[in-house]
């Protein structure tokens, strides 16, 4: 991965790196990335699933937020930038050993690569507004976690950490569009899994 | 960034395709004024939508307010500041 990559740019092209104080350095992480801690360790848990990788995640995630400072800009979105280093790291870092390969369900997979019009496939569902208030989180999180990690990332991001479509395009490294559509299905699948989940009941 | 405009519903007793293609972005606040207009209007007269509508609008709350948040390690923070701390004496160096 080079520097570069942690800019967040659409078009990639090259920004001009900044230049901190050692004083400025440390008030940057105090200020502006350290707290944002708790959500950098949800984030990495929801896509490890694991503890241990999760907190091993977040420390790379801030080593490497350090190594390559100069390509944040101060003034833009210091959440969505760390953001961006977590998810690569994950995908280069992680998701190669973690104990568990990605759990692949096949049926999502076929869905991402058989339809190529993303809003035209509504799944139908019997689930219902009231059993849905009912259900608890644990239910909620063991569906979500059970989605390949691609769909599940779009939920976590917009959902649980409230960032924009353009953010997470940025994040992501994907079309705005694609993100709208991988979204789309992603919640569409989680509702399918949900109704499943409550017909085992 | 606001999705492309779409066409107004036609199919009302159908269930609106249009409407239902952009209902989660509307829900997630991404839809353009012109869109919110459609898919507002279509709310007030096709029960389909406004059924798809509550369900989607009831699983964004779900999965916001009812997934609890893992508990971050108590020594997290400071592991990081440790590290930091070395990577900035090598740096410095």
Redesign the interface.
Known sequence: MTEISYALTNNMEELTPQVYTDIELAQLFNKEFLPLLDSAYNFAFRLTLDEDDAKDLVQDTYLKAYRFIHSFQKGTNAKAWLFRILKNSFINDYRKRIKEPAKVDYQDVETIYNSEDAEADNITTDLRVEVLQDMIGDEVANALNSLAVDFRTVIILCDIEGFTYEEMAKILDIPIGTVRSRLHRARNILKEKLENYVKRR | ?P?EQSKPCKQPAQGCSEC???L??YI?G?TTPEQNIMVQHCLEICGVCKE?Y???K???E???Y?????H??MD??Q???D??KI??QSY?L
């Open positions: 960034m999705i239902l293609k952009i989660q972005a997630d991404e798809c509550e369900l989607d009831t699983l964004i779900t999965i916001r009812k997934i609890d948040k893992p971050v390690p997290l923070a592991c990081i500041q590290r930091l990577a900035y410095t």
